[in-house]
């Protein structure tokens, strides 16, 4: 398949291939993702940030058609805002997911968006909802969701407890991303976490580098093209 | 009774907004009234038994043939009368808890010690369903009601387009296929809460071998004069010793 017989990338929605995820740790959440957005198979941005944030104390991972969650998010952003001043105290996680909800249930027929929203408050400290494509609302104590979930569902299975310390709970995180990455072509660069308690919001950034190597990964930097050359062993695939 | 995707298509003139919308040759933006199914739940099973209803489902809440949601419980109690339980869009059934627990508010509001019963809540159900369906944008649903009041046992059905009926045993789904028969088989009117347990959890066997989208969790309803109650989950023993398990292929190599 030539690219050049077909330019329906140079046209395609934007589409966030994406890996999410979402998880409940002891005293907080820590949401997850990766870094790739793509116009049909070209890579529209290698560096989005998918998680946004709602309020001071909840953030959305965004999945699916970038500008339908884009626009879902301002909205909800915005009726937060004014729920805040109204409320006279911090929203709750759960209020937020139930805007997200409401919105994409509404208009299910012209959205294409699956998101996480998680967040901390007074009331039920740590949370985490997923809301998918139809507009479904469940409040689990983790989820993951976009093209690369499928992928990890099985990790996740094996590897998730509950009552994880923090940094358990980010290194579960980082992990689940970066092998979703590995497989699917809709996932990739880099990875973004945000971890929210009661001491607050901390985002951070796992470069490529900084990632785990998988099977067949190999690290770079080690040999230069020109050495490899000089390093070759003479017999390549023999099946 | 069960429904493959189809498209709805519907002209409109007014130019609303669809992600892969173009004017037709006609000049008018055609929209598409889609409607799929994403977050599915599968069979549910209900039978009336010797003191009142019970309802079975599993707790499995689908995307595609993934397994998505392995903890969705698809049982809710209606009211202090009835006990509802939806296979198909689950973003719908949430839909329709919400507007039933709306309908059980304001009925109790009244606070004139009357409340309705489980045939008013099947009435108002319908009307929902066939009403989206007239409008070719239906809840992509197929319900169980099933209730007790003054003494009454009621089960009854409602499917996504408005058809609705009443039986001693219902299925949604593969139930209608697998259950039904084994249900037509065994179900008495007089059958103890034990026996309709067993009968029950006969069926959702079937269910867990021969449909792919169930999983091995499930919750029971009862509901009785006295009210509603919903199990925690549970799971059935399988059995997969049957000797002619072990080496099914062995006098026909590469045979299934």
């Known amino acids: 398949m030539a690219l050049s017989d077909d330019s329906s990338w140079m046209t395609a929605a934007h589409s966030m291939g994406t890996t999410i995820i979402g998880v409940e740790y002891a005293d907080g959440v820590v949401l997850g993702a990766d870094s790739r957005t793509t116009t049909g198979i070209y890579v529209a941005n290698r560096a989005s940030d998918k998680i946004s944030k709602l309020t001071d104390n909840v953030y959305i991972c965004r999945s699916g058609s970038a500008a339908d969650t884009q626009v879902i998010s301002d909205y909800v952003r915005y009726l937060l805002h004014q729920h805040t001043i109204v409320l006279g105290e911090q929203a709750t996680v759960k209020a937020a997911a139930k805007l997200v909800r409401e919105i994409a249930y509404s208009n299910k027929s012209f959205l294409e968006a699956g998101m996480i929203v998680g967040g901390w408050d ?36 094996q590897a998730w407890r509950p009552g994880m310390s923090k940094q358990e709970a980010q290194d579960l995180v980082v992990k689940a991303v970066s092998l979703a990455m590995a497989r699917d072509g809709g996932s990739g660069g880099v990875v973004r976490t945000v971890t929210i308690s009661s001491e607050g919001v901390t985002r951070d950034y796992f470069s490529h580098d900084r990632l785990p190597k998988w099977h067949e990964d190999i690290p770079a930097g080690v040999s230069t093209a020109l050495e490899a050359l000089e390093n070759a062993n003479g017999e390549w695939m023999v099946v | 009774m069960e429904h493959t995707i189809e498209a709805f298509k ?9 992600s892969g919308a173009a004017a037709a040759s006609d000049g008018k933006i055609h929209i598409e009234r889609t409607q799929y199914p994403y977050v599915t739940g599968s069979s549910v099973l209900g039978i009336k038994y010797k003191d009142g209803i019970l309802l079975a489902a599993d707790m499995a809440a689908s995307y595609g043939s993934t397994k998505r949601y392995k903890s969705f419980q698809r049982l809710k109690p209606v009211g202090k009368h009835a006990v509802i339980g939806a296979s198909g869009e689950m973003s719908d059934f949430q839909q ?22 489980p045939h008013e809540i099947h009435s108002y159900l319908n009307r929902i369903m066939y009403q989206r369906r007239n409008k070719f944008d239906p809840l992509w649903n197929n319900i169980i009601l099933g209730g007790v009041k003054n003494g009454k046992k009621y089960l009854g059905v409602v499917s996504m387009i408005g058809v609705h009926f009443e039986d001693d045993h219902v299925a949604t789904g593969f139930g209608q296929h697998l259950a039904r028969p084994e249900l037509r088989k065994q179900w008495r009117a007089d059958m103890t809460l034990e026996e309709g347990v067993r009968l029950l959890e006969k069926c959702l066997l079937v269910l867990y071998y021969r449909d792919r989208s169930s999983i091995n969790k499930y919750q029971i309803a009862k509901v ?16 997969w010793e049957l000797e002619a398990f072990q080496n099914p292929t062995k006098n026909a190599e590469g045979s299934w």
């Not at chain 1, 400290?125 to 989820?143: A, D, E, Y």
């Not at chain 2, 519907?10 to 669809?18: D, F, K, V």
């Open chain 1, 122 to 157: 007074k009331h039920e400290k740590g949370s985490i909802f997923g809301v998918p494509i139809g507009g479904t609302l469940l409040r689990v104590p983790f989820t993951i969701g976009g093209s690369g979930s499928t992928y990890i569902f099985g990790f996740l299975d």
């Open chain 2, 96 to 117: 329709i808890s919400t507007m039933l627990d709306e309908l059980t508010l304001r009925d109790q509001m009244w606070d004139d010690s009357n409340t309705l019963g």
């Open chain 2, 224 to 239: 009785t004069e006295e009210g509603v109650t919903i199990s925690s989950p549970f799971a059935i023993e399988t059995n």
């Open chain 2, 10 to 18: 519907r002209e409109e003139s007014l130019g609303a907004r669809h």
